[in-house]
């Protein structure tokens, strides 16, 4: 069975010494208890969690998956029993508000905490993770009442949320959607509509169930700017704020699916169900983007969960196996063949995980630090600073991160061979588990839109010139510095062809818009090889002032020093094809009809 | 449900315009009754039984998968009928020796065929796919009496063949292997040991089972100069040569897989089973190539398949599919949204899976041409040059058709959305099936090494050069004719450069023999890419001419011409990460000691 142990001296690494966090924390309203001890605490009572309790259940809730009968989930064994010691333990109030009962620590260590849980038990983490989008509309959105009554309640732990937004018809495009709110008594509404891919949509981890839910009004105007959002409670609180009468939501099916088979993903019945509107009439698109961009960042954060656990048993595993001798001659003399750790070709497999894992790492905790700063920042300009980065980098987070994440736990079933394949190593299933993660919230193709065409283009790439401007400060404050040039010199010459880039693209859509979306993907994919080797970088120079300074860990920042250029070596060429597919432009992706793309069979 | 039409107008372009089958086929002993007419029959029968029979069997088969009872294998429902009908048919004897009973066939045919049952139901294919292995080794090694007795009996489908090589300790390293054969009575030897990953080890589709078994005499040299073979059949054959008393080979277990589940993967456990010395003593290895070699094509025709019965799924899929409106304004404003495929991304995640499927098909029925020149030809230089350029291609075939095959059917999923994840749709079920494609047969690492270190630098680039003077003469033929300046000029840079590239590897391993190692997938991916660009230039060569000479198929043409111009513009420039990464050398790889991969976990 795959184990895992969380990454505490990665994760130290990244906080500590690579973005300060112990400096950030200290300058946040409320971070002042997130003392290096408290910090240090939480982070191995969470590593101990994951590893014992969640862990053990992730390949039996994946054999096992979830039970629809007479209208209740059940959820795998033991994930239950989880939960409750998840709520126990308060982690859903980590870094909720005060006001309602939370613990006011900085959001970025529940997000540090959320890749524990993705890479110990996926689909168990979706559960509480459904939560935090609809904490996030409520918090942001929510009446005092709404917030009382269904936010405490979140907080707390003991009722769960969703976000019901697909629809049979449509997912992307939710300008089509049909479910219909009809104004009844009082400040109700009635819901009435058929929502699907609700994940956590029904289950019995908690007394109660929170939806949130998008609806049109009567007097909706066409599109997307007709749409609302309603909270719909599974038991509508009594008068004391308990689970009180079953609401008129239910789960009609569930799906089967490549892989999360612990968690519960529900086609929802509204009918009639009684709800209530959060925010503005025919305003629900701005409430759900709070939503989305949560759940977004933690989607990115699944990717890079996945990549280290099949990292870490692949490498377990190319450490044990004995196959071949090494091409330079036996390594292993005394055994029947070499640990095939020793082949280049696995150590390149290898290597592409723990530089996913640890590039992705730093990636999510950087933008981790930047929620930090837009949820509670003091300072206007650096909050808004800090609130256009996100913008930029969440896209980033999501699609990259969760493209290459795929691609690591492949490598992890390539490092295991034919077993790789086989359900009981359990490497297959964290590629199956992963799979969604390019989908959902978002698919990498609507992810990189959002990048090119909203957060780039919109504002004539002013954002992203405030992000290549950080990186340029480095590189130049950096060029001269002994060892740091092999690094510096190609993530410069990379940063001015983004911007170069950008201007391209920009130019030809101004002619044809198309050309937005013909570069779009390879766009995102160049921006995320050109940001984590701005990260990689900066982990270098941390890691060279610690060896310089003198260190008992010597071989921990060597080995990140050896990770980043293998880095710059073996994965950030991918630039140079992406760089030409980015100017390739539209033309040929639309030259075919779409009636002759099908000659070759149809006939 | 997923359909599949197997694409005959793509396939007659491939043979009868690109590759001039009919010629070739006309000149090959035996081809002489492979008219166009009878191909054309064999083709539309192939792809009725794909499409009727296999089709339906696809999606219930991975659901049901297969069973172990008392020792038995059942495959799921249908499974064993569609085997009768198959048999029937005639289909496992057309390409055999008419010695043996076989229709005399050109083996090319029985390749292109083996495309429509990979498109179709891979799980199924597998269970006569491996009698080819079986067969080809008797037909080659075997003794006459053996193949009277076993091979009259593969070529008519009444018996089944395995190749039972993997040990629960040894995959790819067979010198390692356990398994035991000691001389008995006459010329039989008692087998005893365990073989796991055995495709079709037990089933219940034919009336008896071929094994052909890799084990070590008790004078065996040490290592994989030491390994016979043996063939062992489930039922030892009577007097009549009618399966007779049971063998001591068994099932023990069935693997669950992440896919191809209509296929049972087995445990076979040899307890003194009965068998028979193939070929020399201590030279199994050998006769396991010409088993090896069959398979590994047959591998990348998986992947080519797959890719093939995904695109034709996400094109109807994006045809239909109503979501957001084209960003050059609507394409269908009378209804709700624009079709899906009208999105720039969605064309590009269809059109790599249109070119990897016209790519990877002119690629196979190229190598297939090759294989009938090794098998049947008559000049003795011809056939050297096929043997010599197919063993270049081999390891291509097997991987880089995997690689990206598997690449599409994620592609195909990912052009479906949320929807693409889940079970109904059928298109995950060939993400997971395309999944071991990678993995057995020898992995893509294995495949890498076998093409730059066996195939390429062991004879110092020869086999290599044959290639791509041919494709340099093509190059120099054609820079002039109009039309073909934009696929030329890229396509003879590239080939340049593969010489270049290789020579620099060649170099570096005269010092480092790791270097050998550290280039390896990535130049063999490189050559994939280079391989496709070439068979591509060719196809826009004679899509150019048809057009030019007039015809009533203008849009199939034009088509043809519109994908290589997508695969030269969106899939090539891949080709300036690869050879980037492929000069990184070796030290990145290297440089962490075993010891140190884990510091950022092992605390």
Redo the contacts between chains.
């Keep these: 069975m795959p184990d895992y ?6 994760m130290r ?1 990244v906080m500590e010494e690579l973005l300060d966090y112990p400096a950030h924390y200290a300058r946040l309203p409320g971070g002042e208890d997130a003392t290096p001890d408290v910090v240090s605490a939480i982070l191995e009572e969470g590593a101990r969690f994951a590893r014992e309790v969640l862990m053990p259940l992730n390949q039996s809730g994946d054999q096992e998956g979830c039970r629809l009968e007479g209208g209740e989930v059940k959820a795998p064994k033991g994930f239950k029993e989880a939960y409750r010691q998840y709520v126990e333990g308060g982690w859903p109030s980590l870094a909720a508000d005060p006001d309602q009962g939370g613990q006011g620590l900085p959001h970025s260590l529940s997000q540090i905490l959320s890749e524990m849980l993705a890479s110990s038990n996926l689909a168990w983490g979706m559960y509480p993770g459904l939560s935090h989008g609809a904490s996030a509309a409520l918090h942001h959105h929510g009446t005092e009442d709404q917030k009382a009554t269904y936010l405490t309640k979140l907080v707390e732990g003991t009722w769960t949320g969703t976000m019901c937004l ?1 629809e049979p ?5 939710l ?2 959607l049909k479910t219909r709110a009809v104004p009844t008594d009082g400040d109700a509404y009635e819901i009435s509509g058929t929502k699907i ?1 609700i994940s956590a949509g029904e289950h019995d981890l908690a007394e109660n169930i929170v939806h949130l839910v998008l609806a049109k009004l009567p007097d909706a105007p066409e599109g997307s700017k007709g749409i609302s959002l309603f909270v719909v409670p599974k038991y509508l609180p009594d008068a004391e704020g308990h689970p009180g009468e079953r609401n008129g939501v239910t789960c009609g099916s569930l ?5 999360i088979h612990g968690n519960a993903t529900c086609v929802m019945n509204f009918d009639g169900a009684r709800g209530f509107l959060v925010g503005a009439p025919h305003k629900g698109l701005a409430c759900m983007f709070t939503m989305m961009n949560a759940a977004r960042i933690g989607t990115g954060i699944q990717g890079l969960g996945l990549a ?1 656990t099949s990292f ?1 048993n692949a ?1 377990a595993y ?2 044990d196996r ?3 001798r ?3 001659g036996p390594k292993a003399a005394d055994k ?2 070499d ?1 095939i ?11 592409t995980q ?1 530089a996913f ?2 590039g992705g790492r730093m990636l999510v905790y950087y933008a981790a630090q930047m929620i930090d700063v837009v949820e509670h920042g003091q300072d206007v300009a650096e909050r808004d600073r800090a609130e256009a980065l996100l913008g930029l980098l969440t896209p980033i987070v999501k699609a990259f991160l969760t493209e290459v994440g795929f691609e690591a736990t ?1 490598e992890g ?2 490092v295991f ?2 077993h ?5 190593w359990g490497m ?1 299933q964290l ?2 588990d992963a ?2 993660t ?3 919230e978002g ?3 609507i992810q ?2 959002d990048l090119l065409g909203r957060k780039v283009l919109m504002n004539q790439g002013e954002t992203l010139k405030m992000f290549t401007k950080e990186i340029h400060k480095f590189c130049q404050a950096e060029e001269a510095t002994p060892g740091m040039a092999e690094f510096v010199r190609p993530l410069a010459k990379l940063n001015a062809e983004w911007g170069e880039l950008t201007t391209g693209v920009g130019m030809k859509a101004m002619t ?3 050309e ?3 570069a ?2 390879d766009y995102l994919m160049y921006a995320g090889y050109v940001t984590l080797a701005y990260l990689f970088a900066r982990a270098v120079k941390q890691a060279r002032s610690a060896l310089e300074a003198g260190t008992e ?1 010597a ?2 920042y ?2 990140k020093i ?2 980043a ?2 880095y710059f ?2 994965l950030l ?5 992406h760089a ?2 980015i100017q ?20």
């Design positions: 142990q969380a990454p505490l001296r990665d690494f697909t018809h449509c997912g992307t495009d300008g089509l891919f799906e089967h699916k490549m892989g280290e870490q490498l190319a450490r004995l196959q071949m090494s091409l330079s029947p063949a640990p750790i020793v082949h280049p070709d696995v150590r390149r497999m290898l290597l723990k894992a640890e492949n079933v390539q061979g034919g790789g394949f086989i359900r009981e297959e590629v199956r799979r969604i390019r989908l959902y698919t990498t193709g990189a839109l044809d818009r198309e937005v979306g013909a779009s993907v860990e071989p921990f060597r080995a050896d990770t250029r293998f070596d073996r060429p991918r630039t140079r094809a030409q597919m390739a432009g539209a033309e040929s992706l639309m030259a075919i009809s779409a009636d002759d793309f099908g000659l070759g069979f149809e006939i």
